[in-house]
């Protein structure tokens, strides 16, 4: 079994819609939990990043973890077109001083006009 | 903004070549990072580096080496390249060993073993 698993779509969607991007892992000791964005071509870039179970929002975007279900979601409100990207979630833990951080396949988002 | 540049943006090598695949940093960042990045597997760690002349395997290390003389350089080494080594390579770097510390990738660098 995967320490994270993440659907890898594509998912496509029209322009305005809510999107939900969703992780699952088996690992309880990770204690970070991070969204990042890669556009085409592009190396991935964070997008946010949280630590306790519950929501962050940041904009249009909101990040929820909940820690009992081992489980994080990644909304998006009222998409654009610019949002089409592929979208990888992160998990971290610190072991013995060194940072683990494993990664989602990514899920391919295209927003339609 | 931080910027990592990965030196090539795509390579064409042949079975058994010796590749190098350089990375440069220019924020002073402690940390570096190696990843492939396959269809279905995700980003994936190959080596990293927390210090100058420091190295650590990651989860994949088999087949691969690497160099960091300078802060600023981090260099992958495929040995003898082989075809299952056809992967985009990312390099990033990030300010702290912490897992929340967030990484800054390259653009990547697209490799083809034939």
């Known amino acids: 079994q995967k320490e994270v698993e993440q659907d890898p779509g594509p998912l496509s969607v029209p322009e305005g819609a809510i999107v939900s991007l969703n992780c699952t892992y088996s690992?309880?000791?990770?204690?970070?939990f991070m969204w990042y964005r890669q556009y085409s071509r592009k190396g991935p870039e964070l997008l946010m990043y949280?630590?306790?179970?519950g929501n962050k929002e940041d904009g249009r975007f909101t990040a929820q973890v909940d820690k009992s279900s081992k489980y994080i979601s990644l909304f998006i409100r009222d998409s654009q077109p610019s949002d089409s990207a592929t979208y990888l979630c992160?998990?971290?833990?610190?072991?013995?001083?060194?940072?683990?951080?494993?990664f989602g396949q990514g899920t391919r988002l295209t927003i339609n006009p | 903004d931080v910027k990592v540049t990965q030196s090539s943006r795509y390579l064409v090598k042949r079975t058994g070549e010796k590749v190098f695949l350089e990375c440069v940093q220019d924020?002073?960042?402690?940390?570096m990072f190696w990843y492939r990045q396959d269809p279905g597997l995700g980003l994936r760690l190959i080596y990293f580096s927390y210090d100058v002349k420091m190295k650590e395997k990651g989860d994949i290390p088999e087949g691969y080496s690497v160099s960091r003389e300078k802060k600023e350089r981090f260099s992958l080494i495929l040995e003898s390249a082989s075809t299952n080594q056809t992967s985009m390579y990312l390099c990033?770097?990030?300010?702290?060993?912490?897992?929340?510390?967030?990484?800054?990738f390259g653009n990547g660098t697209r490799l083809t073993v034939t």
């Open positions: 924020m002073d960042h402690e940390n």
């Open positions: 949280t630590y306790s179970s």
């Open positions: 992160a998990m971290g833990v610190e072991i013995q001083g060194a940072q683990k951080l494993v």
């Open positions: 990033a770097s990030s300010p702290r060993r912490a897992a929340n510390s967030p990484l800054h």
């Open positions: 690992n309880s000791a990770f204690q970070y």
